[in-house]
């Protein structure tokens, strides 16, 4: 069983920055990739970002390029999410996910939730106006 816990979340000024954590760890934690999703309120959980451990690919939700940027540290099975440029639309519980054993990697990475395994508690981002 893989535990994820995501850190960083918390209250910030739209234009203002963020930078979210997800630590995972567990007996056998081997993934080829890791996701953020979010959820606001009275809205179904959404994709924001994905990488890809080998390589470093990365993919994103149209809503979100050009100003939030994923990354990772494959040493401390650690996943960022680097938030710059917030809107009030950005308010959410921002999750992080690790895909299923036997999944594909064509749709974990590009955000489908029926792909991933585990999720974290969520941490949580308000951006006011």
């Known amino acids: 069983q893989v535990q994820l816990v995501e850190s960083g979340g918390g209250l910030v000024q739209a234009g203002g920055s963020l930078k979210l954590s997800c630590a995972a760890s567990?007996?056998?934690?081997?993934?080829?990739?890791m996701d953020w999703f979010r959820q606001a309120p009275g809205k179904e959980r959404e994709f924001v970002a994905a990488?890809?451990?080998?390589?470093?690919?990365?993919y994103y939700a149209d809503s979100v390029k050009g100003r939030f940027t994923i990354s990772r540290d494959i040493a401390k099975n650690t996943v960022f999410l680097q938030m710059n440029s917030l809107k009030p639309a950005d308010t959410a519980v921002y999750y992080c996910?690790?895909?299923?054993?036997?999944?594909?990697?064509?749709?974990?990475?590009?955000?489908?939730?029926?792909?991933?395994?585990?999720w974290g508690q969520g941490t949580q981002v308000t951006v006011s106006s």
């Open positions: 567990g007996r056998t934690f081997s993934s080829y990739g």
């Open positions: 990488i890809a451990w080998s390589g470093g690919s990365t």
């Open positions: 996910a690790v895909p299923a054993p036997g999944s594909s990697p064509h749709t974990f990475l590009r955000g489908d939730p029926r792909s991933v395994s585990s």
